[in-house]
Nanobody, 124 residues
Framework: QVQLVESGGGLVQAGGSLRLSCAAS????????MGWFRQAPGKEREFVAA????????YYADSVKGRFTISRDNAKNTVYLQMNSLKPEDTAVYYC?????????????????WGQGTQVTVSS
């Protein structure tokens, strides 16, 4: 089992920044690729970003490319999502997830463990 706890969400004005953190415990953190997803009210959960086990490769949804940065610190068992130039359409609950196989990093079904989520609200 892997337990994931997100933090860092909140209310920010458009154009502002937030950094989300996801702390992992349980099994060996570096055995898992990590991803961030988000779900806006009335919408399906969607892929945001993912990072490989060592952090050598990253993947982003087109909607956040150039604004968001995913990173990880395996010594701290933590993955981060730096979000800059935030827009109202970024408002959502953000979830981190752990993926052992990383065969389909943009797909929810590929991920094995999920956090409870943290709310991000961007005001216009």
């Amino acid at each position: 089992q892997v337990q994931l706890v997100e933090s860092g969400g909140g209310l920010v004005q458009a154009g502002g920044s937030l950094r989300l953190s996801c702390a992992a415990s349980g099994r060996t953190f570096s055995d898992y690729a990590m991803g961030w997803f988000r779900q806006a009210p009335g919408k399906e959960r969607e892929f945001v970003a993912a990072i490989t086990w060592s952090g050598g490769n990253t993947y982003y949804a087109d909607s956040v490319k150039g604004r968001f940065t995913i990173s990880r610190d395996n010594a701290k068992n933590t993955v981060y999502l730096q979000m800059n130039s935030l827009k109202p359409e970024d408002t959502a609950v953000y979830y981190c997830a752990a993926d052992y196989t990383f065969r389909a990093p943009t797909r929810e079904y590929d991920y094995d463990y999920w956090g409870q989520g943290t709310q991000v609200t961007v005001s216009s």
